[in-house]
């Protein structure tokens, strides 16, 4: 069996946020500075001018780009939606994405553990949710993966058991490295099962932990 990483992540939810938060930052850079720009042309103090034009310029430039990279992050996660392939995984672990923050706690991105083509893979798919409880470690999701981008499918947590889903949450699993597989029998119930070398897996019979060694030997 061999693991790869390979897929990263794109959210709805995080593109919202920030096209939102640059929209608002240009809107407020142009209300604020034109409040103040007026002011001082009708008070004649070209000071007070010069800092609307600055302020406007910062808001509206630091504004603008907040949405460009939303709205880009936004449609790239809608173009995943529909264009991509679906797998069923299992959720492994969190990652804290620090880019996007909610009530000063970084937003979760789920590392997904699914099978392609034989392999198992990892994707990495943001959620624009601080709360991990609403995506219990070992849940089901649905996610899909197009051009090298994952996104999830929205309201696909579940508990719903998928093939194989104890490999996909063995830690003894290495997924950045490759590794080359082996058929052996299980030492516990002689079933006949494939194991990476160097690693470990259950057996589906007797849900025995078999492991092997690099060069192909049974330990444990």
Not at 30 to 57: Q, Y
Not at 72 to 98: C, M, R, T, W
Not at 176 to 187: N, Q, T
Request: charged share 15%; hydrophobic share 45%.
């Amino acid at each position: 069996m061999k693991m790869s990483t390979s897929v990263t992540g794109s959210g709805s939810n995080p593109g919202k946020i920030m096209f939102y938060m640059g929209v608002l930052f240009v809107a407020l850079g142009v209300v604020a500075g034109g409040v103040w720009i007026a002011s001082a042309l009708f008070g004649h103090m070209p000071d007070m001018a010069l800092f609307g034009v600055l302020f406007a310029a910062v808001f509206c430039g630091v504004g603008g780009l907040f949405a460009k990279q939303g709205y880009d992050n936004l449609h790239a996660s809608d173009a995943v939606l529909e264009q991509g392939a679906a797998y069923l995984g299992k959720i492994f672990a969190y990652e804290p994405d620090y880019q996007i923050m909610m009530n000063d706690q970084p937003c979760i991105t789920l590392v997904v553990r699914y099978f392609m083509a034989g392999q198992i893979r990892e994707a990495r798919v943001n959620t624009g949710d601080v709360n991990a409880t609403r995506f219990p470690l070992g849940a089901t999701v649905s996610i899909k993966v197009h051009e090298g981008k994952a996104a999830l499918v929205p309201n696909s947590v579940s508990s719903m058991r998928i093939e194989r889903e104890d490999d996909l949450m063995n830690p003894d699993f290495d997924p950045i490295g490759l590794a080359s597989s082996l058929g052996i029998s299980c030492p516990n119930c002689g079933a006949n099962i494939v194991v990476p070398l160097g690693m470990s897996r259950f057996c589906p019979y007797c849900d025995s932990k078999v492991s092997l060694t690099t060069d192909g030997r049974v330990v444990g």
